[in-house]
Protein backbone atom coordinates (compact mmCIF):
# COMPACT_ATOMS: atom_id res chain seq x y z
CA UNK A 1 0.00 0.00 0.00
CA UNK A 2 1.27 3.06 -0.78
CA UNK A 3 1.56 6.52 1.07
CA UNK A 4 -1.16 7.98 -0.19
CA UNK A 5 -4.36 5.84 -0.22
CA UNK A 6 -3.52 4.42 3.42
CA UNK A 7 -6.55 4.37 5.86
CA UNK A 8 -6.57 7.37 8.78
CA UNK A 9 -7.79 7.66 11.66
CA UNK A 10 -8.15 10.80 13.71
CA UNK A 11 -9.46 10.04 17.12
CA UNK A 12 -10.22 13.04 19.38
CA UNK A 13 -11.27 12.63 22.89
CA UNK A 14 -12.10 14.36 25.82
CA UNK A 15 -15.12 16.44 27.90
CA UNK A 16 -16.34 19.25 25.37
CA UNK A 17 -18.25 20.57 28.70
CA UNK A 18 -14.94 20.93 30.40
CA UNK A 19 -13.45 23.99 28.94
CA UNK A 20 -10.19 22.72 27.82
CA UNK A 21 -10.82 19.25 28.14
CA UNK A 22 -12.64 19.57 25.29
CA UNK A 23 -9.42 19.96 23.13
CA UNK A 24 -9.47 16.40 21.23
CA UNK A 25 -12.68 17.30 19.92
CA UNK A 26 -12.37 20.22 18.87
CA UNK A 27 -9.62 19.14 16.78
CA UNK A 28 -11.60 16.20 15.88
CA UNK A 29 -14.97 18.14 14.38
CA UNK A 30 -12.24 21.27 12.76
CA UNK A 31 -10.58 18.33 10.78
CA UNK A 32 -14.22 16.82 9.92
CA UNK A 33 -14.74 20.02 7.97
CA UNK A 34 -12.42 19.73 5.87
CA UNK A 35 -13.50 16.41 4.01
CA UNK A 36 -9.99 15.05 3.24
CA UNK A 37 -9.72 11.80 1.63
CA UNK A 38 -9.01 8.61 2.86
CA UNK A 39 -9.53 10.11 6.46
CA UNK A 40 -11.98 9.21 9.20
CA UNK A 41 -12.58 11.32 11.76
CA UNK A 42 -14.55 10.31 15.39
CA UNK A 43 -14.92 12.23 18.37
CA UNK A 44 -15.45 10.79 22.12
CA UNK A 45 -15.51 11.42 25.51
CA UNK A 46 -12.61 9.11 26.64
CA UNK A 47 -11.12 6.26 24.75
CA UNK A 48 -12.53 2.25 25.42
CA UNK A 49 -11.86 -0.89 24.68
CA UNK A 50 -13.87 -1.11 21.57
CA UNK A 51 -11.81 0.98 19.97
CA UNK A 52 -9.36 -1.32 19.67
CA UNK A 53 -11.50 -3.33 17.51
CA UNK A 54 -11.99 -0.46 15.43
CA UNK A 55 -8.76 0.84 14.96
CA UNK A 56 -7.64 -2.71 12.77
CA UNK A 57 -9.88 -1.00 10.22
CA UNK A 58 -7.02 1.68 9.79
CA UNK A 59 -3.16 1.92 8.82
CA UNK A 60 -2.27 4.99 10.51
CA UNK A 61 -4.59 6.18 14.11
CA UNK A 62 -4.12 9.73 15.28
CA UNK A 63 -5.31 10.29 18.81
CA UNK A 64 -6.10 13.91 19.63
CA UNK A 65 -5.94 14.70 23.15
CA UNK A 66 -5.79 17.94 25.95
CA UNK A 67 -2.23 18.04 27.59
CA UNK A 68 -2.64 19.55 30.88
CA UNK A 69 1.49 20.42 31.23
CA UNK A 70 3.01 19.44 27.35
CA UNK A 71 4.58 21.66 25.34
CA UNK A 72 3.36 25.25 23.72
CA UNK A 73 1.26 24.93 21.58
CA UNK A 74 0.93 21.44 21.11
CA UNK A 75 2.99 17.79 20.59
CA UNK A 76 3.19 15.34 18.21
CA UNK A 77 5.07 12.04 18.60
CA UNK A 78 4.94 8.70 17.25
CA UNK A 79 3.18 6.83 20.15
CA UNK A 80 4.31 2.71 20.42
CA UNK A 81 2.24 0.16 21.99
CA UNK A 82 2.14 -0.38 25.61
CA UNK A 83 1.54 -3.89 27.14
CA UNK A 84 1.22 -2.07 31.11
CA UNK A 85 -1.54 -1.36 32.62
CA UNK A 86 -1.00 -0.44 36.03
CA UNK A 87 -3.40 2.21 36.37
CA UNK A 88 -6.98 3.41 35.16
CA UNK A 89 -10.67 4.03 35.18
CA UNK A 90 -13.27 2.87 32.71
CA UNK A 91 -11.37 4.52 29.72
CA UNK A 92 -7.54 3.20 28.56
CA UNK A 93 -4.93 4.81 27.30
CA UNK A 94 -3.70 5.20 23.68
CA UNK A 95 -1.24 3.23 24.21
CA UNK A 96 -3.23 0.62 25.88
CA UNK A 97 -5.67 0.83 23.32
CA UNK A 98 -2.92 0.29 20.57
CA UNK A 99 -1.39 -2.82 22.79
CA UNK A 100 -5.19 -4.83 22.32
CA UNK A 101 -5.63 -3.92 18.72
CA UNK A 102 -2.53 -5.28 18.43
CA UNK A 103 -2.85 -8.36 20.89
CA UNK A 104 -6.49 -9.21 20.37
CA UNK A 105 -6.87 -7.75 16.59
CA UNK A 106 -3.53 -8.52 15.21
CA UNK A 107 -3.62 -4.39 13.95
CA UNK A 108 -0.43 -3.16 12.71
CA UNK A 109 -1.41 0.32 12.63
CA UNK A 110 0.53 3.17 13.35
CA UNK A 111 -0.15 5.50 15.73
CA UNK A 112 0.55 9.27 16.63
CA UNK A 113 -0.31 11.45 19.81
CA UNK A 114 -1.19 15.17 19.83
CA UNK A 115 -1.19 16.66 22.51
CA UNK A 116 -2.63 20.04 22.38
CA UNK A 117 -1.98 22.38 25.59
CA UNK A 118 -4.77 23.03 27.33
CA UNK A 119 -4.99 25.36 30.75
CA UNK A 120 -8.24 25.72 31.96
CA UNK A 121 -10.14 21.88 33.29
CA UNK A 122 -11.98 22.53 36.12
CA UNK A 123 -14.96 24.76 35.16
CA UNK A 124 -17.98 23.29 33.21
CA UNK A 125 -17.74 24.99 30.24
CA UNK A 126 -18.23 24.03 26.66
CA UNK A 127 -15.87 26.99 25.53
CA UNK A 128 -12.13 26.46 25.27
CA UNK A 129 -9.58 29.52 26.93
CA UNK A 130 -8.14 31.75 24.59
CA UNK A 131 -5.02 30.52 24.71
CA UNK A 132 -5.97 26.72 24.18
CA UNK A 133 -8.84 27.84 20.88
CA UNK A 134 -5.18 29.45 19.43
CA UNK A 135 -3.02 26.37 20.54
CA UNK A 136 -6.02 24.66 18.65
CA UNK A 137 -5.63 26.12 15.40
CA UNK A 138 -2.10 25.65 15.07
CA UNK A 139 -2.28 21.83 15.91
CA UNK A 140 -5.26 21.85 13.04
CA UNK A 141 -3.15 23.29 10.30
CA UNK A 142 -0.25 21.17 11.25
CA UNK A 143 -2.49 17.91 11.03
CA UNK A 144 -4.89 19.48 8.02
CA UNK A 145 -1.17 19.77 5.86
CA UNK A 146 0.21 16.41 7.45
CA UNK A 147 -3.33 14.42 6.34
CA UNK A 148 -2.96 15.93 2.84
CA UNK A 149 0.57 15.39 2.19
CA UNK A 150 0.35 11.74 4.37
CA UNK A 151 4.01 11.74 5.00
CA UNK A 152 4.40 10.55 7.99
CA UNK A 153 7.10 8.47 7.46
CA UNK A 154 9.25 11.53 7.53
CA UNK A 155 8.35 12.14 11.00
CA UNK A 156 10.72 11.23 13.92
CA UNK A 157 11.08 11.97 17.35
CA UNK A 158 13.14 15.09 16.34
CA UNK A 159 10.24 16.79 15.20
CA UNK A 160 7.85 15.64 17.80
CA UNK A 161 7.20 18.90 19.62
CA UNK A 162 6.70 22.58 18.19
CA UNK B 1 1.07 8.40 66.77
CA UNK B 2 -2.03 7.63 64.50
CA UNK B 3 -1.84 7.82 60.59
CA UNK B 4 -4.06 8.76 57.96
CA UNK B 5 -3.50 6.63 54.86
CA UNK B 6 -4.99 8.38 51.35
CA UNK B 7 -5.75 6.69 48.24
CA UNK B 8 -6.55 8.70 45.68
CA UNK B 9 -8.13 8.53 42.83
CA UNK B 10 -8.94 4.98 43.60
CA UNK B 11 -8.07 3.06 40.09
CA UNK B 12 -10.54 1.87 37.38
CA UNK B 13 -13.36 3.73 38.77
CA UNK B 14 -13.84 6.89 37.47
CA UNK B 15 -13.28 10.77 38.18
CA UNK B 16 -11.71 11.46 41.69
CA UNK B 17 -12.37 9.62 44.26
CA UNK B 18 -10.25 8.78 47.22
CA UNK B 19 -10.17 6.53 49.99
CA UNK B 20 -8.64 7.62 53.73
CA UNK B 21 -8.44 5.23 56.33
CA UNK B 22 -7.19 6.45 59.93
CA UNK B 23 -4.82 3.95 61.74
CA UNK B 24 -3.90 4.06 65.25
CA UNK B 25 -0.52 3.20 66.25
CA UNK B 26 -0.93 -0.24 65.97
CA UNK B 27 -2.26 -0.33 62.61
CA UNK B 28 -5.53 -0.92 63.60
CA UNK B 29 -8.22 0.92 61.81
CA UNK B 30 -9.96 3.38 63.72
CA UNK B 31 -12.32 5.16 60.67
CA UNK B 32 -12.54 4.44 57.18
CA UNK B 33 -14.02 6.47 54.27
CA UNK B 34 -14.73 6.72 50.62
CA UNK B 35 -14.45 10.39 49.62
CA UNK B 36 -16.76 11.72 46.34
CA UNK B 37 -15.88 14.85 44.26
CA UNK B 38 -19.29 14.90 42.66
CA UNK B 39 -19.91 17.79 40.21
CA UNK B 40 -23.58 19.07 41.81
CA UNK B 41 -22.99 22.32 39.84
CA UNK B 42 -24.39 20.70 37.09
CA UNK B 43 -27.74 21.18 39.23
CA UNK B 44 -27.13 25.28 39.01
CA UNK B 45 -25.22 25.20 35.31
CA UNK B 46 -28.59 24.07 33.71
CA UNK B 47 -30.91 26.85 35.19
CA UNK B 48 -32.16 28.98 32.85
CA UNK B 49 -31.68 26.82 29.86
CA UNK B 50 -34.68 25.95 27.88
CA UNK B 51 -36.62 22.53 28.90
CA UNK B 52 -36.33 21.23 25.72
CA UNK B 53 -32.08 21.08 25.92
CA UNK B 54 -32.17 18.67 28.76
CA UNK B 55 -31.92 15.71 27.05
CA UNK B 56 -28.76 16.23 25.12
CA UNK B 57 -27.28 18.90 27.33
CA UNK B 58 -27.57 16.03 30.96
CA UNK B 59 -25.35 14.03 28.92
CA UNK B 60 -21.85 16.15 29.40
CA UNK B 61 -22.59 14.82 32.88
CA UNK B 62 -20.99 11.68 32.42
CA UNK B 63 -19.16 10.06 29.81
CA UNK B 64 -19.73 6.84 30.87
CA UNK B 65 -23.54 6.49 31.39
CA UNK B 66 -24.76 9.37 28.85
CA UNK B 67 -27.64 7.72 27.67
CA UNK B 68 -29.01 7.18 30.97
CA UNK B 69 -29.15 10.45 31.45
CA UNK B 70 -30.29 11.24 28.21
CA UNK B 71 -32.86 8.83 28.73
CA UNK B 72 -34.21 10.25 32.49
CA UNK B 73 -34.28 13.60 31.30
CA UNK B 74 -36.67 12.63 28.47
CA UNK B 75 -38.87 10.45 30.55
CA UNK B 76 -38.92 13.87 32.71
CA UNK B 77 -39.30 16.30 29.52
CA UNK B 78 -41.87 13.97 28.30
CA UNK B 79 -43.99 14.84 31.22
CA UNK B 80 -43.09 18.31 31.57
CA UNK B 81 -44.87 18.13 27.51
CA UNK B 82 -47.83 16.10 28.98
CA UNK B 83 -46.77 12.95 26.97
CA UNK B 84 -48.11 10.58 29.26
CA UNK B 85 -48.41 7.67 26.91
CA UNK B 86 -45.54 7.47 24.17
CA UNK B 87 -45.91 5.37 20.38
CA UNK B 88 -45.38 1.88 20.13
CA UNK B 89 -42.18 2.87 18.54
CA UNK B 90 -40.96 5.41 20.35
CA UNK B 91 -41.25 3.28 23.39
CA UNK B 92 -39.43 0.34 22.22
CA UNK B 93 -36.79 2.63 20.21
CA UNK B 94 -35.95 3.82 23.93
CA UNK B 95 -35.69 0.78 25.52
CA UNK B 96 -33.55 -0.66 22.47
CA UNK B 97 -31.62 2.30 23.16
CA UNK B 98 -31.38 1.38 26.69
CA UNK B 99 -30.96 -2.06 26.86
CA UNK B 100 -27.88 -1.58 24.08
CA UNK B 101 -26.67 1.13 27.32
CA UNK B 102 -26.88 -1.66 29.86
CA UNK B 103 -24.95 -3.92 27.74
CA UNK B 104 -22.25 -2.00 26.91
CA UNK B 105 -21.73 -0.86 30.50
CA UNK B 106 -21.78 -3.98 32.11
CA UNK B 107 -19.53 -5.69 29.89
CA UNK B 108 -16.96 -3.09 30.09
CA UNK B 109 -17.35 -3.41 33.85
CA UNK B 110 -16.84 -6.86 33.95
CA UNK B 111 -14.23 -7.66 30.99
CA UNK B 112 -12.19 -4.35 31.70
CA UNK B 113 -12.51 -3.38 35.41
CA UNK B 114 -13.95 -6.82 36.94
CA UNK B 115 -12.18 -9.80 35.67
CA UNK B 116 -8.17 -9.10 36.15
CA UNK B 117 -9.04 -9.39 39.63
CA UNK B 118 -11.25 -12.19 39.59
CA UNK B 119 -8.88 -14.24 36.80
CA UNK B 120 -5.31 -13.06 39.04
CA UNK B 121 -6.17 -12.58 42.11
CA UNK B 122 -6.46 -9.53 44.37
CA UNK B 123 -3.31 -9.95 45.40
CA UNK B 124 -1.81 -9.85 42.20
CA UNK B 125 0.64 -7.96 40.66
CA UNK B 126 -0.96 -5.15 39.28
CA UNK B 127 1.30 -5.18 36.48
CA UNK B 128 -0.49 -8.12 35.14
CA UNK B 129 -3.83 -7.44 37.03
CA UNK B 130 -5.33 -5.11 34.02
CA UNK B 131 -7.28 -5.72 30.85
CA UNK B 132 -3.88 -6.08 29.26
CA UNK B 133 -2.95 -8.81 31.13
CA UNK B 134 -6.43 -10.65 30.28
CA UNK B 135 -5.47 -9.96 26.83
CA UNK B 136 -2.42 -11.47 27.08
CA UNK B 137 -3.71 -15.01 29.05
CA UNK B 138 -7.45 -14.67 28.29
CA UNK B 139 -7.45 -13.73 24.48
CA UNK B 140 -11.09 -15.01 24.03
CA UNK B 141 -12.44 -13.68 26.77
CA UNK B 142 -10.79 -10.39 25.92
CA UNK B 143 -11.98 -10.53 22.55
CA UNK B 144 -15.74 -11.23 23.76
CA UNK B 145 -15.73 -8.28 26.09
CA UNK B 146 -14.74 -5.68 23.37
CA UNK B 147 -17.40 -7.18 20.89
CA UNK B 148 -19.93 -7.31 23.03
CA UNK B 149 -19.11 -3.93 24.35
CA UNK B 150 -19.19 -2.33 20.71
CA UNK B 151 -22.06 -4.26 19.87
CA UNK B 152 -24.46 -1.98 22.29
CA UNK B 153 -22.22 1.09 21.35
CA UNK B 154 -23.54 0.50 17.95
CA UNK B 155 -27.17 0.17 19.10
CA UNK B 156 -26.97 3.53 21.24
CA UNK B 157 -25.23 4.78 17.88
CA UNK B 158 -28.87 3.28 15.50
CA UNK B 159 -30.86 4.31 17.99
CA UNK B 160 -29.56 7.97 19.53
CA UNK B 161 -27.82 8.86 16.51
CA UNK B 162 -24.49 9.03 17.69
CA UNK B 163 -22.50 7.77 20.55
CA UNK B 164 -21.97 10.80 22.56
CA UNK B 165 -24.56 13.56 22.28
CA UNK B 166 -27.15 11.61 21.07
CA UNK B 167 -30.62 13.32 19.78
CA UNK B 168 -32.65 10.13 19.53
CA UNK B 169 -35.21 10.59 22.33
CA UNK B 170 -37.36 14.33 22.28
CA UNK B 171 -39.70 15.66 24.04
CA UNK B 172 -42.77 13.48 23.85
CA UNK B 173 -40.65 10.58 21.88
CA UNK B 174 -38.04 9.86 19.33
CA UNK B 175 -36.44 11.29 16.01
CA UNK B 176 -36.06 8.34 14.47
CA UNK B 177 -37.14 4.36 13.58
CA UNK B 178 -34.76 1.59 12.97
CA UNK B 179 -34.45 0.87 9.63
CA UNK B 180 -34.75 -3.00 8.17
CA UNK B 181 -31.08 -2.68 6.86
CA UNK B 182 -30.31 -1.72 10.49
CA UNK B 183 -32.13 -4.14 12.10
CA UNK B 184 -30.96 -6.86 9.86
CA UNK B 185 -27.60 -6.05 10.83
CA UNK B 186 -27.59 -6.37 14.79
CA UNK B 187 -29.95 -9.78 13.85
CA UNK B 188 -26.85 -10.95 12.02
CA UNK B 189 -24.98 -10.84 15.27
CA UNK B 190 -27.33 -11.76 18.31
CA UNK B 191 -26.84 -15.24 18.25
CA UNK B 192 -23.17 -14.90 18.64
CA UNK B 193 -23.71 -12.15 21.11
CA UNK B 194 -26.08 -14.41 23.41
CA UNK B 195 -23.83 -17.12 23.52
CA UNK B 196 -21.15 -14.61 24.89
CA UNK B 197 -23.81 -13.45 27.32
CA UNK B 198 -24.37 -17.15 28.59
CA UNK B 199 -20.55 -17.43 28.76
CA UNK B 200 -19.74 -14.24 30.63
CA UNK B 201 -22.88 -15.28 33.28
CA UNK B 202 -21.43 -18.56 33.37
CA UNK B 203 -17.94 -17.33 34.79
CA UNK B 204 -19.32 -14.82 37.25
CA UNK B 205 -21.85 -17.79 38.91
CA UNK B 206 -19.12 -20.01 38.87
CA UNK B 207 -16.37 -17.73 40.43
CA UNK B 208 -19.40 -16.99 43.14
CA UNK B 209 -19.98 -20.33 44.10
CA UNK B 210 -16.67 -21.78 43.92
CA UNK B 211 -15.41 -19.07 46.61
CA UNK B 212 -18.53 -18.73 48.51
CA UNK B 213 -17.33 -18.70 52.11
CA UNK B 214 -14.21 -16.72 51.00
CA UNK B 215 -16.72 -13.80 49.44
CA UNK B 216 -19.35 -13.92 51.90
CA UNK B 217 -17.78 -11.96 54.28
CA UNK B 218 -15.79 -9.83 51.61
CA UNK B 219 -17.23 -6.48 52.30
CA UNK B 220 -20.70 -7.39 52.91
CA UNK B 221 -23.34 -6.25 55.10
CA UNK B 222 -27.28 -6.53 55.73
CA UNK B 223 -28.79 -3.82 53.85
CA UNK B 224 -32.00 -2.60 52.02
CA UNK B 225 -32.23 -2.71 48.44
CA UNK B 226 -34.56 -0.32 46.01
CA UNK B 227 -35.28 -0.43 42.39
CA UNK B 228 -38.13 0.16 39.75
CA UNK B 229 -40.25 -2.32 39.50
CA UNK B 230 -42.84 -3.50 37.14
CA UNK B 231 -46.37 -3.57 38.07
CA UNK B 232 -46.64 -6.80 37.91
CA UNK B 233 -43.11 -7.42 40.10
CA UNK B 234 -40.99 -7.78 36.79
CA UNK B 235 -37.17 -6.37 36.77
CA UNK B 236 -37.88 -3.39 34.15
CA UNK B 237 -34.53 -1.14 33.75
CA UNK B 238 -36.91 1.15 31.61
CA UNK B 239 -39.97 1.97 33.78
CA UNK B 240 -41.89 1.46 36.62
CA UNK B 241 -42.50 1.92 40.27
CA UNK B 242 -40.23 2.56 43.32
CA UNK B 243 -39.87 -0.52 45.14
CA UNK B 244 -37.60 -1.42 48.49
CA UNK B 245 -37.09 -3.96 50.92
CA UNK B 246 -35.26 -5.04 53.61
CA UNK B 247 -32.37 -7.17 54.23
CA UNK B 248 -34.98 -10.24 54.73
CA UNK B 249 -36.80 -9.58 51.71
CA UNK B 250 -40.00 -7.51 53.67
CA UNK B 251 -41.22 -4.79 51.71
CA UNK B 252 -40.68 -1.20 52.82
CA UNK B 253 -42.75 0.21 50.75
CA UNK B 254 -43.95 -1.39 46.86
CA UNK B 255 -45.26 0.38 43.61
CA UNK B 256 -44.82 3.99 44.33
CA UNK B 257 -45.02 6.49 41.36
CA UNK B 258 -41.82 7.61 40.62
CA UNK B 259 -43.33 11.08 40.96
CA UNK B 260 -43.70 10.84 44.48
CA UNK B 261 -40.55 10.00 45.09
CA UNK B 262 -39.55 13.12 47.56
CA UNK B 263 -42.50 11.41 50.06
CA UNK B 264 -40.42 8.48 50.40
CA UNK B 265 -36.47 9.10 49.35
CA UNK B 266 -34.42 12.24 51.22
CA UNK B 267 -30.69 13.26 50.99
CA UNK B 268 -28.68 13.44 53.68
CA UNK B 269 -25.32 15.94 53.88
CA UNK B 270 -21.87 15.28 56.02
CA UNK B 271 -19.80 17.53 56.04
CA UNK B 272 -16.55 15.29 54.67
CA UNK B 273 -18.36 14.09 51.17
CA UNK B 274 -19.54 16.83 48.32
CA UNK B 275 -21.96 13.70 47.28
CA UNK B 276 -24.77 13.39 49.36
CA UNK B 277 -26.55 10.33 51.22
CA UNK B 278 -29.89 9.06 50.49
CA UNK B 279 -32.25 7.41 52.87
CA UNK B 280 -35.61 5.93 52.73
CA UNK B 281 -37.47 8.68 55.27
CA UNK B 282 -39.68 6.72 56.73
CA UNK B 283 -36.64 4.60 58.67
CA UNK B 284 -34.57 7.98 59.12
CA UNK B 285 -30.63 8.34 57.41
CA UNK B 286 -29.07 5.78 59.69
CA UNK B 287 -31.59 2.65 59.25
CA UNK B 288 -32.94 3.70 55.68
CA UNK B 289 -29.67 3.69 53.73
CA UNK B 290 -30.27 1.37 50.70
CA UNK B 291 -28.29 -0.03 47.66
CA UNK B 292 -29.38 0.22 44.31
CA UNK B 293 -28.08 -1.48 40.81
CA UNK B 294 -27.69 -4.86 40.04
CA UNK B 295 -27.46 -6.50 43.14
CA UNK B 296 -30.58 -4.48 44.63
CA UNK B 297 -32.58 -5.08 41.46
CA UNK B 298 -32.21 -8.83 41.46
CA UNK B 299 -33.41 -8.78 45.22
CA UNK B 300 -36.63 -6.52 44.34
CA UNK B 301 -37.95 -8.59 41.30
CA UNK B 302 -40.17 -11.14 41.72
CA UNK B 303 -39.32 -12.25 38.38
CA UNK B 304 -37.79 -11.80 35.06
CA UNK B 305 -39.50 -11.87 31.76
CA UNK B 306 -36.58 -13.52 29.57
CA UNK B 307 -36.61 -17.37 29.77
CA UNK B 308 -32.82 -17.28 30.62
CA UNK B 309 -32.30 -14.42 32.58
CA UNK B 310 -35.36 -16.01 35.00
CA UNK B 311 -33.60 -19.19 35.24
CA UNK B 312 -30.45 -17.58 36.02
CA UNK B 313 -32.10 -15.30 38.86
CA UNK B 314 -33.69 -18.47 40.56
CA UNK B 315 -30.41 -20.25 40.40
CA UNK B 316 -29.17 -16.90 41.92
CA UNK B 317 -32.26 -16.84 44.98
CA UNK B 318 -31.00 -20.32 45.55
CA UNK B 319 -28.00 -19.46 47.26
CA UNK B 320 -29.26 -17.58 49.47
CA UNK B 321 -32.67 -19.79 50.02
CA UNK B 322 -34.93 -16.95 47.93
CA UNK B 323 -34.02 -14.55 50.57
CA UNK B 324 -32.20 -11.16 49.60
CA UNK B 325 -28.58 -11.79 48.64
CA UNK B 326 -26.49 -9.35 50.70
CA UNK B 327 -23.30 -10.23 49.37
CA UNK B 328 -21.15 -7.45 48.19
CA UNK B 329 -19.29 -9.51 45.57
CA UNK B 330 -22.57 -10.92 44.35
CA UNK B 331 -22.41 -7.86 42.38
CA UNK B 332 -21.17 -9.29 39.27
CA UNK B 333 -23.27 -12.29 39.52
CA UNK B 334 -26.16 -10.39 39.55
CA UNK B 335 -24.91 -7.99 36.36
CA UNK B 336 -23.82 -10.61 34.10
CA UNK B 337 -27.33 -12.17 35.06
CA UNK B 338 -28.02 -8.29 34.22
CA UNK B 339 -26.15 -8.62 30.78
CA UNK B 340 -27.66 -11.57 29.62
CA UNK B 341 -31.38 -10.28 30.28
CA UNK B 342 -30.73 -7.32 28.07
CA UNK B 343 -29.23 -9.63 24.98
CA UNK B 344 -32.20 -11.26 25.47
CA UNK B 345 -34.34 -8.34 25.23
CA UNK B 346 -32.16 -6.81 22.61
CA UNK B 347 -33.16 -10.00 20.49
CA UNK B 348 -37.13 -9.07 21.39
CA UNK B 349 -37.32 -5.67 20.47
CA UNK B 350 -35.27 -6.59 17.06
CA UNK B 351 -37.77 -8.84 16.21
CA UNK B 352 -40.73 -6.42 16.75
CA UNK B 353 -41.87 -4.87 13.95
CA UNK B 354 -42.93 -1.74 16.03
CA UNK B 355 -38.76 -0.57 15.88
CA UNK B 356 -40.23 0.65 12.17
CA UNK B 357 -43.06 2.54 12.50
CA UNK B 358 -43.28 5.87 11.77
CA UNK B 359 -45.84 7.17 14.15
CA UNK B 360 -42.97 8.95 16.74
CA UNK B 361 -44.07 11.58 18.86
CA UNK B 362 -47.28 12.46 21.09
CA UNK B 363 -48.13 15.93 22.56
CA UNK B 364 -50.21 17.03 25.70
CA UNK B 365 -50.97 19.65 28.02
CA UNK B 366 -48.14 21.21 29.53
CA UNK B 367 -47.01 21.20 32.94
CA UNK B 368 -44.31 23.05 34.99
CA UNK B 369 -42.79 20.22 36.61
CA UNK B 370 -41.27 16.88 35.54
CA UNK B 371 -39.80 13.73 37.05
CA UNK B 372 -37.94 10.93 34.81
CA UNK B 373 -36.48 7.95 36.81
CA UNK B 374 -34.61 5.02 35.30
CA UNK B 375 -33.04 1.93 36.19
CA UNK B 376 -29.42 3.24 35.17
CA UNK B 377 -26.35 0.28 34.71
CA UNK B 378 -25.10 1.08 38.11
CA UNK B 379 -28.72 2.03 39.80
CA UNK B 380 -31.88 4.18 40.04
CA UNK B 381 -31.61 7.25 37.98
CA UNK B 382 -33.44 10.27 39.59
CA UNK B 383 -34.34 13.60 37.10
CA UNK B 384 -36.70 15.94 38.31
CA UNK B 385 -37.11 19.49 36.87
CA UNK B 386 -38.92 22.50 37.44
CA UNK B 387 -39.64 25.24 34.72
CA UNK B 388 -41.24 28.67 34.82
CA UNK B 389 -43.50 30.07 31.84
CA UNK B 390 -41.00 31.03 29.79
CA UNK B 391 -40.03 27.39 29.34
CA UNK B 392 -36.38 27.97 31.20
CA UNK B 393 -35.76 25.02 34.02
CA UNK B 394 -35.80 26.83 37.32
CA UNK B 395 -34.97 23.88 39.60
CA UNK B 396 -33.56 20.29 39.00
CA UNK B 397 -32.77 17.46 41.55
CA UNK B 398 -30.21 14.51 40.44
CA UNK B 399 -29.77 11.59 42.04
CA UNK B 400 -27.57 9.97 39.97
CA UNK B 401 -26.93 5.82 40.90
CA UNK B 402 -23.80 5.99 42.48
CA UNK B 403 -24.77 8.79 45.29
CA UNK B 404 -27.16 6.36 45.87
CA UNK B 405 -24.59 3.79 46.64
CA UNK B 406 -22.76 6.14 48.87
CA UNK B 407 -22.94 4.80 52.12
CA UNK B 408 -23.01 1.19 50.72
CA UNK B 409 -19.74 1.97 49.48
CA UNK B 410 -18.53 3.55 52.61
CA UNK B 411 -19.61 0.38 54.73
CA UNK B 412 -17.68 -1.95 51.75
CA UNK B 413 -14.93 0.50 52.85
CA UNK B 414 -15.23 0.47 56.71
CA UNK B 415 -15.76 -3.11 56.79
CA UNK B 416 -13.01 -4.13 53.72
CA UNK B 417 -10.55 -2.25 55.95
CA UNK B 418 -10.86 -3.78 59.48
CA UNK B 419 -11.21 -7.11 58.07
CA UNK B 420 -7.17 -7.03 55.54
CA UNK B 421 -5.61 -3.49 57.13
CA UNK B 422 -5.94 -3.63 60.34
CA UNK B 423 -2.66 -4.87 61.96
CA UNK B 424 -0.61 -5.11 58.86
CA UNK B 425 2.29 -2.94 59.02
CA UNK B 426 3.28 -2.75 55.79
CA UNK B 427 0.25 -1.25 53.60
CA UNK B 428 1.03 -3.21 50.02
CA UNK B 429 -0.39 -2.84 46.86
CA UNK B 430 -2.43 -6.19 47.35
CA UNK B 431 -4.07 -4.87 50.74
CA UNK B 432 -5.03 -1.69 49.07
CA UNK B 433 -6.77 -3.23 46.46
CA UNK B 434 -8.87 -5.40 48.72
CA UNK B 435 -10.94 -2.05 49.50
CA UNK B 436 -10.63 -0.69 45.81
CA UNK B 437 -12.12 -4.64 45.08
CA UNK B 438 -14.74 -3.87 47.22
CA UNK B 439 -15.83 -0.54 45.80
CA UNK B 440 -15.38 -1.66 42.18
CA UNK B 441 -18.16 -4.37 42.93
CA UNK B 442 -20.79 -1.16 42.92
CA UNK B 443 -19.01 -0.51 39.17
CA UNK B 444 -19.15 3.57 40.58
CA UNK B 445 -18.95 6.61 38.22
CA UNK B 446 -17.67 9.02 39.90
CA UNK B 447 -18.59 12.10 37.73
CA UNK B 448 -16.69 12.72 34.79
CA UNK B 449 -13.57 14.45 35.78
CA UNK B 450 -11.55 15.70 33.21
CA UNK B 451 -8.73 13.51 31.96
CA UNK B 452 -5.85 15.53 29.88
CA UNK B 453 -2.93 13.89 29.19
CA UNK B 454 -0.97 14.46 32.93
CA UNK B 455 -3.63 14.53 34.86
CA UNK B 456 -4.31 10.96 36.23
CA UNK B 457 -2.06 10.47 39.13
CA UNK B 458 -2.60 7.28 41.80
CA UNK B 459 -2.10 9.24 44.91
CA UNK B 460 -0.87 7.62 48.35
CA UNK B 461 -0.73 9.69 51.43
CA UNK B 462 -0.13 9.05 54.77
CA UNK B 463 -1.06 11.63 57.63
CA UNK B 464 -0.81 11.45 61.02
CA UNK B 465 -3.25 12.39 63.59
CA UNK B 466 -2.93 15.92 63.50
CA UNK B 467 -3.33 15.99 59.32
CA UNK B 468 0.48 16.18 59.21
CA UNK B 469 1.30 14.36 55.87
CA UNK B 470 4.06 11.52 56.98
CA UNK B 471 5.06 10.48 53.59
CA UNK B 472 3.34 10.12 50.09
CA UNK B 473 3.17 7.75 47.19
CA UNK B 474 1.81 9.21 43.36
CA UNK B 475 1.49 6.23 40.70
CA UNK B 476 1.84 7.32 37.16
Not at chain 2, 132 to 157: F, P, W
Not at chain 2, 391 to 419: G, H, K, W
Not at chain 2, 424 to 451: F, K, M, Q, W
Request: glycine share 6%; with cysteine; net charge negative.
Amino acid sequence: MTANNKKILLLGFGNPARADDGLGPAVADSIETKNLPDVVVEADYQLTVEDSAQITEYDIVIFADASANGPEPFSFEPLNARQEGSFSSHSVEPAQVMALAEKLFGSKAKAFMLGVRGYEFNRFDAGLSEKAKANMEKAVDFIADLLKTKNFNKLNKEIACF
Amino acid sequence: MSKRVIIEPVTRVEGHGKVSILLDENNKVTQARFHIVEFRGFERFIQGRPYWEMPVIVQRLCGICPVSHHLAAAKAVDMLVGADKLTPTAEKMRRLMHYGQILQSHALHFFHLCSPDLLFGFDADPKIRNVIGVALKHKDLAVQGVMMRRYGQEIIKATAGKKIHGTGAIPGGINKNLSIAERDTFLKDIKQILEWARGALKIAKDYTVENLEKLKPFGSFDSNHLSLIRQDGAMDLYHGNLRAIDAEGNKIFDQIDSSDYLDYIAEEVKSWSYMKFPFIKSLGPEKGWYRVGPLARVNTCDFIDTPEAEKARQEFMAVTNNKPNNITMAYHWARMLELLHSVEKINELLNDPDLQGNDLVVKGERRNEGIGLLEAPRGTLFHHYKINDDDQVVMANLIVSTTNNNEPMNRAVRQVAADHISGVADITEGLLNHIEVAIRAYDPCLSCATHAMGKMPLKVTLYDEQGNEITSKTKE
